[in-house]
């Protein structure tokens, strides 16, 4: 069911659907069930778009979200049968790059309607709201050309708080105020 020359970006899965994952492709979007060994295209507003990121709500597996290139978000709330776009502020341009592209998509693993996405060449965006509003995170960020979001609560480094960490092409960088502000972290040269 998925044309053997597609690339496939991203792989949307859920412990609550086991044998069961959505593929993020060049030529939209493709659902696996092992029950029927193939896949089967699930239509939606990213035909002919390149779907870079496909994410699932941890507390909610028919609430799916996908990032593309050029930089759009999209949402289902049933599973893939309807989608919206959401309203994301990412910039249409960017440098060297020319059409900027979600490179992470995350739900927080806290908050319920939270969603996290890091943009290439366009920086670091958090949604409190289920993704009806954006805040661009880049206070101390030394670019805003970001490539992921790691999320680590309860962590010994943050005295037992959050400890965000975002790399960009200019290095590793941390955050202890939920991406409030940024600071870049020393990464010694790998050999």
């Known amino acids: 069911g998925l044309y053997n020359e597609s ?19 060049d030529q939209g ?32 597996p028919d609430w799916i979200v996908c990032g593309t290139r050029p930089s759009a978000l999209f949402a289902s709330r049933d599973d893939g049968r309807s989608w919206q776009r ?18 992470s998509l995350r739900f927080d693993p806290l ?7 890091t943009v290439e060449i366009d920086g670091l965006f958090r949604s409190d709201d289920g993704g009806a509003t954006w805040l661009r ?18 962590c010994p480094a943050a005295a037992g708080g959050r400890l965000l960490l975002c790399s960009t092409e200019e290095g590793l960088h941390r955050s202890f105020d ?14």
């Not at 970001?146 to 999320?151: A, E, F, P």
């Open 29 to 60: 979007l493709y659902r696996w069930r092992d029950a029927n060994a193939a896949f089967h295209h699930v239509p939606s507003p990213m035909d002919g778009l390149h779907i870079l990121k496909v994410a699932r709500a941890p507390h909610d």
């Open 178 to 191: 939920d991406g409030a502000s940024w600071e870049p972290v020393e990464v010694p040269a790998a050999p």
């Open 137 to 154: 995170r880049n206070e101390g960020l030394l670019t805003r050309d970001t490539h992921n979001l790691l999320i680590f609560d309860s």
């Open 86 to 103: 959401l309203p994301f502020p990412g910039d249409p341009e960017c440098a060297f790059i020319n059409t900027p592209r979600v490179t």
């Open 7 to 25: 690339r496939c970006w991203s792989l949307g899965l859920h412990p609550d659907r086991p044998g069961e994952f959505l593929a993020g492709t």
């Open 111 to 117: 908050v319920r309607d939270r969603l996290w996405t």
